[in-house]
């Protein structure tokens, strides 16, 4: 099929790796010209494993290419998905829906009556009910628009498009979907169930996941707080009750929370869209939520303070500092916040993450960058763990020289009785861990 992805950020650019791995002629828009040169080139412009190969094998095929504007070729697309940002406004939180009504707006000044479109960014509820009817006033017909979130995660991104838990789609009637269906009909043959909605219970679906995923994880650091005020142990609580099939394992490691650029600011402007339309108090808990999860980077702070007194002089050595592992993205990245309050409070902080610190240097040139694990902790007064490399969790204790050997576990994945052994005091965050 022909197939049109509009706007190359994270999701666009996956999906249109995943489309042309499926074997479609796409063509991706996006009017960043830096972007597009670096695509056609074969670079992706931000780290995803695997996304690099696969966009090579399809431009060597000749089924991908980029351009900054639509033209003839795309115009003819059976299929043009809409895969834009709706970044966090600053005024109220609410998710900022303005580059996809202008993606739409272009579109339906091309679109053919005969093409699907298909939103698959995040949006609050109710936007594709608003977007069909700015897209008919400029087309002067009414546009076939289905809604098929994506529900991919960072790191195992091109795994997640090729075979989801699930594809849902959601439209004003069922027969619209099926150009969709036959689209995704390799990733359907694979038993991927197929879930068909209205248009606003598709938009539900994808803000409402975030928010459960979110929910459980504050859900484990609130028991984290308990447990750090009654002596519990929050890892051995989250296996205990995590063996309970109805309650499930998954989204319980308790930590320095959440980050990244999704699940920060769908909760948030999930909470706006409920206010907007009168049931803000439904949402209420989802401000705890938030709230919970800020808490625990200020919690790092405060134990960073409890060891070392004035933090001023002090030299922390932080161990990651993206959001998650197998990522560069520093949006809203918890090590990220917690590096820049110990600096704040006059601690030189040394970073190290095995692929984040060119972004990092860009963004914040203050913090101090080392170029090894090793290097990053020599000579520091604390060493935090922020993000969960896997080359962090498999780091010898026996190697490291600071000058006091204490670490603090953001991500509860040491092995505390290694660290232990070769001489490290060890705290994390809701645990009950006797250091001798
Ligand atoms: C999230 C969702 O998991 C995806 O399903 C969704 O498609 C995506 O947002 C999106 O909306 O586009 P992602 O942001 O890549 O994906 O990351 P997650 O794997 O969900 O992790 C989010 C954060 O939660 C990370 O900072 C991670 O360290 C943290 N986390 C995760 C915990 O603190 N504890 C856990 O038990 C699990």
Avoid at 178 to 199: A, F, K, N, R, T
Avoid at 241 to 250: A, F, H, T, W
């Amino acid at each position: 099929m022909k197939i049109s992805v509009i706007g190359l950020g994270y999701l666009g650019v996956t999906h249109a790796v995943a489309m042309a791995t499926l074997g479609h002629e796409v063509i991706g828009i996006e009017p960043d010209q830096n972007k597009v040169t670096s695509l056609q080139n074969g670079t992706v412009p931000f780290y995803e494993p695997g996304l690099t190969d696969a966009l090579a094998k399809a431009i060597a095929a000749g089924n991908i290419s980029f351009q900054q504007q639509h033209d003839d070729k795309s115009a003819s697309a059976n299929i043009h998905f809409i895969t834009v940002g709706t970044p966090q406004s600053d005024a109220n939180q609410a998710a900022d829906t303005s580059f996809v009504f202008a993606a739409a707006t272009e579109l339906a000044a091309i679109l053919k009556p005969d093409s699907l479109v298909v939103g698959k960014s995040t949006v609050p509820v109710g936007t594709a009910a608003n977007l069909i009817q700015t897209m008919e006033s400029i087309s002067g017909f009414t546009p076939a628009v289905c809604w098929n979130p994506e529900f991919l995660r960072e790191g195992t991104a091109l795994a997640d498009s090729l075979k989801p838990d699930r594809i849902v789609i959601g439209s004003n009637e069922k027969p619209m979907n099926q150009p969709l269906i036959d689209c995704y009909e390799e990733i359907l043959s694979q038993g991927v169930p197929l879930l068909e909605m209205d248009l606003a219970t598709a938009e539900l679906v994808k803000v409402s996941a975030n928010a459960f995923l979110a929910t459980k994880i504050s859900f484990i650091n609130a028991m984290a707080e308990i447990a750090e005020a009654s002596g519990a142990d929050t890892v051995m609580l989250a296996e205990a009750i995590g063996l309970d099939n109805r309650i499930g394992k998954s989204f319980l490691r308790t930590g320095i929370g959440f980050g990244g650029g999704c699940l920060p600011k769908d909760i948030r402007g999930f909470i706006a869209r409920a206010n907007e339309m009168g049931v803000g108090s439904s949402l209420s808990f989802l401000t705890e939520v938030d709230q919970i999860n800020l808490r625990r980077r200020q919690r790092v702070v405060d134990l960073a303070s409890q060891e070392l007194g004035a933090l001023k002089g002090k030299t922390i050595a932080m161990l990651g500092i993206s959001f998650k592992p197998d990522s560069d993205d520093l949006r809203d990245s918890p090590a990220l916040e917690i590096a820049l309050k110990l600096h704040s409070s006059g601690a030189t902080v040394k970073v190290h993450d095995p692929i984040s610190l060119e972004a990092l240097t860009d963004k914040h040139p203050d913090l101090t960058t080392a170029s090894s694990a090793i290097d990053t902790c020599s000579d520091a007064d604390l060493v935090i763990l922020g993000t969960e490399w896997r080359q962090y969790k498999e780091l010898a204790p026996e190697t490291l020289f600071p000058k006091t050997k204490t670490i603090i576990d953001g991500r509860n994945v040491l092995d505390v009785e290694t660290w232990q052994a070769a001489g490290w005091k060890v705290i994390a965050l809701g645990r009950n861990i006797q250091n001798g």
